[in-house]
């Protein structure tokens, strides 16, 4: 009997290890091989739960064509594998922390739900779990600590010439314009690249909005969240962002915006208001410093994943 049965469960296994391990195309409703990242598996069931996600964080994704969202979730969860794979060298995953809770819960907030288990709820009807959800904010949190812990000692701001530039503002302006944009960052690896990207976003802009084509295309954090980013004044932008912003209208969006080593920027303009200049020196200075950077961990952290995903196998079956 003992016998019989340590052959059923060998059976069993092997028969799971074929599955995953062979190329045999199965019917829709069988579990295949989609991608292969180094020693990794994608399939189709995960790209399956990364679409559903994606649907969760915003429901117009819905609408989006079904092969352009199926491409997109693949991508995505190609690039979470890739960081996976990488954090696994220095770390342990799969760890529970007071830490992760709160970033749970930051998470969950932006999304206007009030506590785990109403959250628990929601992403119950897109066939996702809670702890689903926590794995794939701990991945991102770890490689942000990951970065920070690899870039910290070559962050560099000038901040004399901070000051300088936020006086000249304060000086030269009685009042100040605020804009409420969404953002779209990608990267492309030449011209022709550039120009191929640029057209299928202006393509799914026009066609699904461009919140949507934030959660499609765009490679920032923000993506998430339909590329919101939320009030800024001009005092906390670049002077060539501005200009560009002062070109367009509500409702529009800017050219590229060639942002060094990170990719391009494409900015929305949703609001738009002028405001008397009522700043306080030292908060806008301090929000300045801590938005440069932001914006040299985004540098860095883009330069260093395309780096792995370079020395990584990807094979799409």
Same mark, same amino acid.
């Given at each position: 009997?003992?016998?019989?049965?340590?052959?059923?469960?060998?059976?069993?296994?092997?028969?799971?290890?074929?599955?995953?391990?062979?190329?045999?195309? %199965? /019917?829709?409703?069988?579990?295949?091989?989609?991608?292969?990242?180094? $020693?990794?598996?994608?399939?189709?069931?995960?790209?399956?739960?990364?679409?559903?996600?994606?649907? =969760?964080?915003?429901?117009?994704?819905?609408?989006?064509?079904? @092969?352009?969202?199926?491409?997109?979730?693949?991508?995505s969860?190609?690039?979470?594998?890739?960081?996976?794979i990488?954090?696994?060298?220095?770390?342990?995953?799969?760890?529970?922390?007071? %830490?992760?809770?709160?970033?749970?819960?930051?998470? %969950?907030?932006?999304? $206007?739900?009030? $506590?785990d288990?109403e959250?628990?709820?929601?992403?119950?009807?897109?066939?996702?779990?809670?702890?689903?959800?926590?794995?794939?904010?701990?991945i991102?949190?770890?490689?942000?600590?990951?970065?920070?812990?690899?870039?910290?000692?070559?962050?560099?701001? $000038?901040? @004399?010439?901070?000051?300088?530039?936020l006086?000249?503002?304060?000086n030269? =302006?009685?009042?100040?314009? /605020?804009?409420?944009?969404?953002?779209?960052?990608?990267n =492309?690896?030449?011209?022709?690249?550039?120009?191929?990207?640029?057209?299928?976003?202006?393509?799914s802009?026009?066609?699904?909005?461009?919140?949507n084509? =934030?959660?499609?295309?765009?490679?920032?954090?923000? /993506?998430?969240?339909?590329?919101d980013?939320g009030?800024?004044n001009?005092?906390?932008l670049?002077?060539?962002?501005?200009?560009?912003?002062?070109?367009?209208?509500?409702?529009?969006?800017?050219?590229?915006?060639?942002?060094?080593?990170?990719g391009?920027?494409?900015?929305y303009?949703?609001?738009?208001?002028?405001?008397?200049?009522?700043?306080?020196?030292?908060?806008?200075? /301090?929000?300045?410093?801590?938005?440069?950077?932001?914006?040299?961990?985004?540098?860095?952290?883009?330069?260093?994943?395309?780096?792995?995903?370079?020395?990584?196998?990807?094979?799409?079956?």
């Open positions: 009997m003992k016998k019989n049965l340590l052959f059923t469960n060998f059976l069993k296994f092997f028969l799971i290890f074929f599955l995953f391990s062979s190329n045999i195309c %199965y /019917s829709e409703n069988d579990i295949f091989i989609a991608v292969k990242v180094d $020693n990794e598996i994608i399939t189709n069931i995960d790209i399956q739960k990364e679409s559903n996600y994606l649907i =969760a964080l915003n429901n117009n994704l819905s609408n989006v064509e079904k @092969e352009t969202l199926h491409k997109i979730a693949k991508d969860i190609i690039r979470e594998k890739i960081k996976k990488e954090l696994t060298k220095y770390m342990e995953l799969g760890q529970e922390s007071d %830490y992760l809770n709160q970033v749970l819960v930051n998470f %969950y907030t932006k999304l $206007n739900i009030k $506590n288990e959250f628990k709820t929601y992403i119950s009807k897109y066939n996702l779990s809670l702890n689903e959800i926590k794995r794939k904010l701990e991102e949190t770890a490689w942000n600590e990951i970065i920070f812990e690899k870039y910290r000692k070559q962050i560099t701001i $000038n901040e @004399e010439k901070l000051k300088k530039e006086q000249e503002k304060i030269n =302006a009685e009042n100040v314009t /605020s804009y409420f944009l969404s953002e779209i960052v990608f =492309a690896n030449n011209k022709e690249d550039f120009d191929k990207k640029l057209n299928e976003i202006k393509s802009i026009l066609e699904n909005g461009f919140n084509t =934030a959660n499609l295309y765009s490679i920032s954090d923000s /993506s998430k969240f339909q590329g980013i009030w800024l001009e005092n906390q670049s002077d060539i962002t501005v200009e560009s912003l002062k070109n367009i209208k509500l409702n529009e969006y800017t050219k590229p915006i060639n942002i060094s080593g990170t391009f920027l494409i900015l303009l949703k609001e738009k208001k002028e405001e008397k200049l009522k700043i306080n020196f030292e908060d806008e200075f /301090s929000k300045l410093i801590s938005a440069e950077k932001n914006r040299q961990f985004n540098q860095f952290s883009s330069i260093y994943f395309n780096k792995i995903k370079f020395n990584t196998v990807i094979n799409e079956k």
